[in-house]
């Protein structure tokens, strides 16, 4: 038995696909990704700046700031482990000055920075955390990591990707998962009014459920970051409990952002403009409340973080007889197989078909799928 289409798809308007589109490399491996960076933190955090005496640039309320040993290789289990602890902090000076005006760089403990100028020099930060960022920029191409979050009163938990270094301006963002517990959502209502929140019209009315006990998954794109430009881009995801091991992820392209939750796609978008390389950030912040008792911490826990490219060749396929199974699978400038009268299958042992192109991929005549085999198309950049 055999699946008989006649196809004519030209990328742009309209693609379909003998299997769904929302599958990503962790879980049907098209063969167009290849693995370009993974850490399962074998080799510590060689890979990654772990910030110590940082605190996200202050503002914001925030009362946490991040240090080296909040940070570390969880012994036996491999894991990144990011905890936060409940404990009063003051970030040492650089020279022991009266008048407290030479102090850490006021990009590290910038509220610590902001307060000093305000004479508030009794100021001390209530939590510590942990924050890594990775020491290599990635692309386009598909993020994921495999993450088990805790749950903390206001907290704002993050895997994300940042453009931007300390002191840098017209960065860009786009936050994978933000994942939030406990909160009053009312203050965001001046950054975005048109939220778009599960089982809620899109009329602000949500704001009215307040504070939100709930588990809650943001995903969010930032231009222009830090400024405060939202850009429609505040999103929530529905899940049932992030504290258990979950896996997200990202595509990432110059057409397009797709957000996956354990293989499932929650989140499509038209790429707004993000254009930028960007660095991989994890880290636990917030604007935080909750009672943490002394010797205890609330943790994250990072299982692995990979990133994945497609390859491309940007070349062009025109042929009237394409063997599939010769298929390099490279992303190609545009596909043009077949004729009106001839004949092509996705056929040999093992042999499933996925074509990527930047243009178009039109298939011509008759042309056969089998009972079993996979066949898709995708619109891909290629340059």
């Known amino acids: 038995m055999r699946t008989l289409l006649k196809i004519m798809i030209v990328i742009g308007l309209l693609v379909s696909s003998i299997n769904s589109m929302a599958q990503t490399p962790g879980w049907e491996l098209d063969p167009h990704w290849t693995l370009e960076f993974e850490d399962e933190f074998d080799a ?7 910030k110590d005496h940082f605190d996200h640039w202050g503002g914001d309320g925030k009362n946490w700031v991040a240090l080296e040993e ?4 969880q012994p036996g289990t491999g894991e990144l482990t990011l905890e936060m602890r409940m404990q009063s902090y003051v970030c040492p000076t650089e020279v022991d000055s009266p008048d407290y005006q030479n102090y850490v760089n006021p990009y590290d403990c910038t509220k610590q920075w902001q307060e000093w100028q305000n004479s508030n020099y009794s100021f001390s930060y209530d939590y510590t955390t942990g924050y890594v960022t990775s020491l290599q920029s990635f692309g386009y191409g598909y993020y994921e990591a495999r993450i088990r979050l805790p749950m903390i009163s206001d907290m704002n938990a993050a895997f994300w990707l940042y453009s931007g270094f300390p002191g840098s301006v017209d960065n860009e963002e786009i936050d994978i998962i933000e994942a939030l517990y406990d909160h009053d959502l009312r203050h965001m209502d001046g950054w975005n009014s048109t939220v778009s929140v599960p089982g809620y019209p899109n009329d602000g009315s949500y704001w009215d459920y307040t504070p939100q006990t709930q588990f809650i998954n943001t995903s969010n794109i930032h231009l222009d970051a830090p400024a405060a430009v939202w850009d429609g881009a505040f999103f929530f ?10 896996v997200y992820g990202l595509e990432y392209t110059s057409e397009k952002l ?5 293989g499932e796609k929650v989140r499509e978008e038209v790429n707004p403009g993000v254009t930028k390389d960007m660095f991989i950030r994890l880290n636990i912040g917030g604007n935080v409340t909750e009672v ?8 994250m826990f990072i299982d692995y973080v990979r990133y994945y490219k497609w390859e491309e060749d940007c070349e062009i396929i025109n042929v009237v007889n394409y063997n599939f199974a010769a298929h390099d699978n490279k992303v190609k400038q545009s596909i043009d197989i077949g004729s009106p009268t001839s004949s092509n299958s996705v056929s040999g042992k093992g042999v499933n078909a996925y074509l990527r192109a930047k243009n178009h991929i039109q298939i011509n005549g008759e042309f056969t799928v089998p009972l079993g085999k996979v066949f898709s198309m995708y619109p891909n950049d290629c340059d």
């Open 44 to 50: 510590g955090l060689s890979n990654w700046d772990v």
């Open 70 to 73: 909040n940070a570390f290789v």
């Open 237 to 246: 995801m529905e899940q049932s409990n992030y504290t258990d091991w979950c």
């Open 258 to 262: 797709i957000w996956y939750i354990n």
């Open 292 to 299: 943490i008792p002394a010797g205890t911490s609330k943790d």
